[in-house]
């Protein structure tokens, strides 16, 4: 099992950064990838960003890119989602999923469907 603890939201105004950390406990040594979604009321949870958690590769949104930067540390079993320039339309809350090695998924992993473990969310509120 692994456990997922995100942090870092808040009130922003647009144009604003903030950053969001997702902390991970447990069987860490099992994680494929890591990856952070969004959601509104109504709507489907949105992908954002995946990371690989051992390796270089980094997945992105088109409506992120050059705006977000996703990243991690392993030796804090932590991920990170930088975001800058946010937008009111990024005003969400704020999940991070991870999914495990031994399902043999191809990255990136964009599917919420596939992932194994989720935090509790964290919000974001962008004003204009």
């Known amino acids: 099992q692994v456990q997922l603890v995100e942090s870092g939201g808040g009130l922003v105004q647009a144009g604003g950064s903030l950053r969001l950390s997702c902390a991970a406990s447990g069987r860490t040594d099992s994680i494929y990838s890591m990856g952070w979604f969004r959601q509104t009321p109504g709507k489907e949870r949105e992908f954002v960003a995946a990371i690989m958690w051992s390796g270089d590769s980094i997945y992105y949104v088109d409506s992120v890119k050059g705006r977000f930067a996703i990243s991690r540390d392993n030796a804090a079993n932590t991920a990170y989602l930088q975001m800058n320039s946010l937008k009111p339309e990024d005003t969400a809350l704020y999940y991070c999923?991870?999914?495990?090695?031994?399902?043999?998924?191809?990255?990136?992993?964009?599917?919420?469907?596939?992932?194994?473990?989720w935090g509790q969310g964290t919000q974001v509120t962008v004003s204009s």
């Open positions: 999923a991870a999914d495990r090695k031994s399902k043999g998924a191809l990255f990136p992993v964009i599917s919420s469907s596939w992932y194994d473990y």
